[in-house]
């Protein structure tokens, strides 16, 4: 089935650390994966996405990694700030044969916090 | 920086009744997407629409729920007769194309069904 899971749902950590947030992802037929970004009271804010012909793409002190033989995918924050305190959520895109329209599967989501 | 944006911001009714939350997606985007997310619990997905009909939808946008694009602009989501269930926090979003394909996120109303 369609599933997509966070191990870790809290991670604390201190100004100017690296912080890495991980997601498993069950369908193997997803070939499109986002990083979201939720502030308290805030939509869901696009971070970086990553497509399956890919295992690495990097954006603006974040890194996403694509594991398909394991079904992971990672976030890396480099020198984390207090701003970046928020939660994260995984999503996928499971375009499989062209039957999606965009369907967006959410994973339950991390708290990252992170301490001045 | 063109964004989505959603009104009313909070919505309170009394179960039974009908409501409409409006959303005006990116002017150029050609797909529109409802969620919701029951408060603590991850976004789910609802609806997705693409010229001017539902191209996808979940087991929860059931016969209460309705999707319009009554003109050019806006984007509306319908519940026909909430319960308390409905309760959640809605978010559209719009993307330019379908799959594979970034999505943008308003701000969400919060509905509160009493």
């Known amino acids: 089935g369609e599933s997509v899971g966070l191990h870790l749902p809290t991670l604390s950590v201190q100004e100017g650390d690296n912080s890495i947030i991980n997601c498993a992802y069950s369908?193997?037929?997803?070939?499109?994966f986002i990083w979201y970004k939720q502030e308290s009271g805030k939509g869901p804010q696009f971070i970086i996405d990553?497509?399956?012909?890919?295992d690495k793409r990097q954006g603006q002190r974040v890194t996403v990694l694509l594991n398909k033989t394991v079904k992971h995918l990672s976030l890396q924050i480099a020198a984390t700030q207090p701003g970046d305190s928020a939660v994260y959520f995984c999503?996928?895109?499971?375009?499989?044969?062209?039957?999606?329209?965009?369907?967006?599967?959410f994973g339950q989501g991390t708290i990252l916090t992170v301490h001045p | 920086e063109p964004e989505v944006t959603q009104t009313p911001s909070h919505q309170v009714t009394q179960m039974g009744q009908e409501v409409i939350l409006r959303c005006v997606p990116i002017?150029?985007?050609?797909?529109f997407y409802w969620y919701r997310q029951i408060l603590g619990q991850k976004v789910e997905f609802l609806v997705s629409f693409y010229n001017n009909e539902i191209s996808e939808k979940s087991e929860i946008f059931d016969d209460q729920f309705s999707v319009e694009r009554p003109d050019g602009s806006n984007f509306t989501l319908k519940i026909r007769s909430t319960k308390l269930e409905d309760s959640a926090m809605y978010f559209c979003?719009?993307?330019?194309?379908?799959?594979?394909?970034?999505?943008?996120f308003g701000p969400g109303t919060r509905l509160t069904v009493l």
């Open positions: 369908n193997s037929a997803s070939d499109y």
């Open positions: 999503a996928e895109d499971a375009n499989a044969g062209g039957t999606s329209y965009g369907k967006l599967t």
């Open positions: 979003a719009s993307s330019l194309q379908g799959a594979d394909n970034e999505q943008f």
């Open positions: 002017s150029n985007h050609l797909y």
């Open positions: 990553i497509r399956s012909n890919m």
